[in-house]
């Protein structure tokens, strides 16, 4: 719970999930974290926890599902998988997302 | 679509809660396993391994709840355990439980019940199109210097109104009578027909369900004979054969050919044809006949008012719009034709003429159980108080423990809420018995009685009430739980600290409030019960024991008005009918009217007298009856001046009976014998002259005499008579024999009606009787219920303070000083909701008293008796906990310190 890292926006998490499981296919939470904590390469620090309520929502909407499976360790975990309608769902939010970020580069340009 | 889907997987999450903690336990288990697999390779020591792994995990334990509440439905869960407390707090007592649920489930069944007998004849609307733009439409009269009267409608009239009319749609002119109905080889029935003019069923907006709906040309002269039949005619005729259309019934003897059938449910409301003129015998309508206007019909201008009718406003059009432009008309038609009286419109919204009658004591009756069941609640409502003392300290722990408000008051009204429910159900079911039993009560003319039952709405009323019920009961305990001081209550070790003052003030308050509403009940009951014994006690003027009535229509065609010797056959029947009754066994005398008895005002008449000329609005309204010399034997009705008639009469039959009330009425100050009457023998040729008078009876309805012209049938013989017999024999025994008689004679008359005298007059009053019985047994129910709770509080205060009597006894005071202090303490909330409801039953009462008969609304002896009563009951409900308190061993109370 660094303070000096920002907080990660819900809806932002939810995307970041999304994508990590679009580009890596089938993945544990613990993967998910990992992924995650990488790509944004440590600028952001969430509490690896905060994964499993984004997961259960996701969940909850359709967007992904999971299934026991074993890692890489031989370890049971559960994967969660992208489903159809969380593929469209990620690419309607990437783009809303890609707009905002866009409009709000324009915005802070202009003010500086 | 996201929403729902979250919803129902939280649903889901609901069921298996075991299974979806262990798979969230053994996901999160591997979550760390694999962190330390992962710290353990980049070369940490197993321990600092483990540490890391859950130093970047973050709370486990806030996570797994976080996870579980968005996993499941908080609200419900919290639901789910505050029933599942309250129901073992309510199994720990199952005395409290028994109790209330089946306080609750009286109550509340006494309510639906009432309320479905409210909804069915009051609230529904009709089952016609747009019921509420039907209104009925009467004339109305006015003279300088008298009130304005209400009448049936003149065909003339009707037809001039239909014409010139903006506001109304259409208008439906008819006459609501009995018809002799037969299929053949059977005796003939009475049916309740209604012969209409042909638009009647457009104007309700009903269809035939099979057949055809009437057509303007039915109703030409000499246009073959057709009726439509209701669903029930339908059935009763022709068994529901779906082939029924193009097939003859004898109507009147005469065939007529079944047109159309109408769908079920369409019942044809009973029109009064004016406030003081009842459409007869309570008979259900089953069949329509056109209606083909006579020669009179179509020239009378101001006679002939003995039609009823229903209109239908435009859109938009309300009844106040139409009444005043009929009224214009009316006025106009008045001036413009110098009619010798004033004419005018009187228009009443459809549903609520049909009930005009009943509503009031509908409305009364459901007041009244409202009012047990508010009592019951009260009752409650201190039970639970009691209980929610009892339960401080339990609930201190919670609201030590963190517990919010909300969840506090929830945990103690989710009791309330959960008995209230069951109460409800059970409440519901007992609906149903309920219901049956007042339809057994009910008058038999009881508007729109066949509607009646438990339906779906009459349900949800009795779920409302019973929420509403334990809101009523609950919500004061429940809010209690928010004054309690966690520290305090944590603090006293026994009862007594707690139950506060305030907490015993407002159980007064409640007691207090009970007892107001019990008195006010008690009243109306006791006002009620007094208006109808002196209904059933004053002088009636006649002597219904052992007399049987039966009453004969002639419909047969041997009776049709075309033939010319109909009069000289009808006289016959009726000569031939008394010989054959006075020869049955055990048989005093006997004799006819034309009038079945006590059924309200028929043949109503002015009294024209040729030596006194009124004009039309001033001549005094008569009720016409037909009988013989022995009419005043059989109702042993004493003759007051003049002579009664005799078998001699017969020769020159023109020659009348008139009672006190036509002499004060037709003829002040004059002696009536041997003045002449005009105009009242149908043939329209005699006057007939008086020659006695007798006494006032109350033959038409107990609640007032009535005005009588008695004329023998040998002048005219209606084709409607009663025959009168007085004898030794019971009428269970008579009634066969009778018939049989009857029929011998003719078997092609119909005997719509054939029971004992006494057993007509109990049922002239049925309206009255059913509220009697409704409101007493309401009454007696709230007395109990009053005492049941001062009992309750009394008990409980004296428990409470058994400590303070044992030290009060043993410093010296008296039993009966104790006793003294007990009765004082319950004798304030009795004295103050016994003044409170007094002061509302003078508030209340003026809705009472157009309900009863010749009683004052305050009648001493009924606010007297009730107050007495339910002092009584008090004294009886606090006399108990005061001996145990004075009984109260002061060693035993105080070793329990």
């Known amino acids: 719970m660094g303070g000096d890292k920002s907080d990660v926006l819900q809806g932002t998490l939810d995307l970041m999930v999304l994508k990590t499981l679009e580009s890596m296919g089938p993945l544990h939470g613990y993967g998910i974290a990992r992924r995650i904590e990488q790509v944004s390469g440590n600028s952001l620090s969430l509490n690896q926890g905060t994964i499993y309520p984004a997961l259960l929502r996701l969940l909850q909407r359709g967007w992904i599902k999971a299934e026991w499976g074993l890692s890489e360790t031989n370890r049971r975990a559960k994967f969660y998988t992208l489903t159809k309608i969380g593929r469209k769902q990620m690419e309607q939010e990437t783009e809303n997302w890609e707009r905002i970020a866009g409009t709000m580069a324009r915005f802070l340009a202009q003010s500086n | ?897």
């Open chain 2, 1 to 897: 679509m996201d929403r729902i889907r979250t919803l129902l997987s939280r649903f889901a999450a609901l069921f298996g809660k075991k299974k979806l903690d262990a798979d969230l336990d053994e996901e999160l288990r591997a979550h760390i396993d694999l962190a330390i697999h992962e710290n353990l390779k980049r070369g940490m020591s197993p321990s600092e391994a483990r540490t890391a792994a859950l130093r970047d995990f973050g709370g486990v334990t806030q996570i797994m709840e976080t996870y579980r509440l968005r996993r499941g439905v908080p609200f419900l869960q919290q639901m789910t355990r505050n029933v599942r407390f309250a129901f073992r707090q309510l199994r720990k007592s199952p005395g409290f439980t028994i109790t209330s649920v089946l306080t609750l489930a009286l109550g509340i069944g006494a309510v639906t019940s009432v309320f479905s007998v409210v909804n069915a004849v009051l609230l529904k609307p009709l089952a016609f199109r747009d019921s509420d733009r039907l209104v009925v439409m009467r004339e109305a009269m006015e003279e300088p210097g008298s009130e304005r009267s209400v009448e049936p409608d003149n065909y003339l009239h009707y037809l001039r109104l239909k014409k010139e009319t903006g506001t109304l749609a259409d208008a439906a002119i008819f006459m609501q009578r009995g018809m002799s109905v037969s299929t053949p080889g059977d005796h003939p029935r009475i049916v309740g027909s209604v012969v209409t003019s042909p638009n009647i069923f457009r104007v309700l907006g009903v269809q035939p369900m099979l057949g055809r709906d009437f057509v303007d040309a039915d109703a030409a002269k000499g246009a073959p004979n057709v009726v439509l039949l209701n669903y029930e005619g339908w059935q009763a005729f022709f068994g529901g054969d779906p082939k029924v259309i193009g097939q003859a019934l004898r109507v009147g003897g005469d065939p007529a050919i079944v047109i159309g059938v109408l769908p079920p449910g369409m019942r044809f409301p009973r029109i009064e044809l004016a406030p003081n003129i009842a459409v007869g015998p309570p008979l259900e309508t089953m069949m329509y006949a056109p209606l083909t206007p006579s020669e009179w019909d179509l020239t009378a201008d101001t006679g002939n008012f003995n039609y009823a009718a229903i209109a239908r406003l435009k859109a938009g059009v309300t009844v106040e719009q139409a009444s005043a432009e009929l009224e214009t008309l009316q006025n106009a038609y008045t001036v413009s034709a110098r009619l010798p009286i004033h004419l005018g419109i009187a228009l009443a919204p459809l549903a609520s003429d049909v009930t005009s009658g009943i509503s009031g004591a509908l409305w009364l009756m459901f007041a009244a159980v409202g009012g047990v069941l508010l009592i019951a609640c009260v009752n409650l409502a201190n039970l639970q108080l009691a209980r929610a003392v009892s339960a401080e300290r339990e609930t201190a722990v919670r609201a030590a423990l963190g517990a919010s408000k909300g969840q506090l008051v929830m945990a103690r009204l989710t009791e309330s809420l959960m008995l209230a429910l069951v109460g409800g159900v059970a409440g519901a079911a007992l609906a149903f018995i309920g219901v049956q039993l007042l339809l057994v009560l009910a008058p038999s003319n009881l508007p729109r009685l066949n509607e009646i039952e438990v339906s779906l709405p009459v349900l949800l009323f009795a779920v409302t009430l019973s929420l509403a019920a334990a809101l009523v009961f609950g919500i004061l305990p429940a809010l209690r739980s928010l004054d309690v001081h966690p520290q305090a209550a944590l603090q006293a070790n026994s009862s007594r600290t707690v139950n506060s003052r305030e907490g015993s003030r407002t159980r007064s308050v409640l007691v207090a409030g009970q007892v107001a509403c019990t008195v006010v009940l008690l009243i109306v009951t006791l006002l009620v019960l007094r208006s109808f014994s002196r209904m059933l006690r004053q002088d009636r003027g006649f002597d219904s024991s052992h007399v049987t009535v039966a009453q004969v229509d002639l419909f047969s065609p041997e009776f049709a008005d075309k033939l010319p010797n109909v009069s000289a056959v009808k006289l016959a029947f009726t000569d031939r009918s008394l010989t054959a009754l006075q020869q049955l066994p055990g048989v005093q005398s006997v004799t006819v009217t034309s009038a079945m008895p006590l059924t309200g005002e028929t043949w109503v008449d002015e009294l024209k007298r040729p030596d006194h000329p009124l004009p039309e609005a001033q001549r005094p309204l008569i009720n016409l009856r037909w009988i013989n010399q022995d009419y005043l034997a059989v109702m042993q009705i004493p003759l007051v001046a003049g002579r009664n008639l005799t078998a001699a009469d017969r020769a020159n039959p023109y020659v009348a009976l008139i009672s006190e009330r036509t002499a004060r009425e037709a003829f002040p100050g004059e002696n009536p014998i041997g003045r002449k009457i005009s105009d009242i023998v149908p043939d329209d040729v005699h006057s007939v002259t008086v020659i006695g008078v007798v006494a006032d009876t109350r033959i038409n309805g107990l609640k007032d005499t009535a005005a009588m012209v008695y004329i023998p049938y040998w002048a005219y013989t209606p084709w409607t008579l009663s025959f009168l017999v007085r004898s030794s024999q019971a009428s269970d025994a008579l009634i066969p024999e009778m018939r049989q008689a009857l029929w011998a004679i003719d078997p092609q008359v119909a005997i719509p009606s054939l029971r004992s005298m006494d057993e007509q007059l109990s049922d002239s009053v049925s309206t009255e009787r059913f509220q009697v019985v409704v409101l007493t047994s309401f009454g007696a129910a709230a007395l109990l219920l009053a005492l049941l709770g001062v009992y309750g509080v009394m008990a409980y205060s004296v428990s409470l303070r058994q400590q303070e009597f044992g030290v009060r006894i043993a410093l010296g005071s008296g039993k009966a000083a104790l006793m003294r202090l007990v009765l004082r303490q319950a004798a304030y909330p009795v004295i103050l909701g016994a003044g409170a409801g007094l002061m509302l039953a003078f508030v209340l009462l003026r809705w009472v008293r157009s309900l009863l008969y010749e009683t004052p609304v305050l009648d001493p002896l009924a606010i007297g008796g009730s107050l007495l009563l339910l002092l009584a009951a008090a004294a009886l409900a606090a006399v108990l906990p005061a001996r145990r308190a004075a009984l109260t061993d002061p060693m035993r109370a105080l070793r329990t310190e």
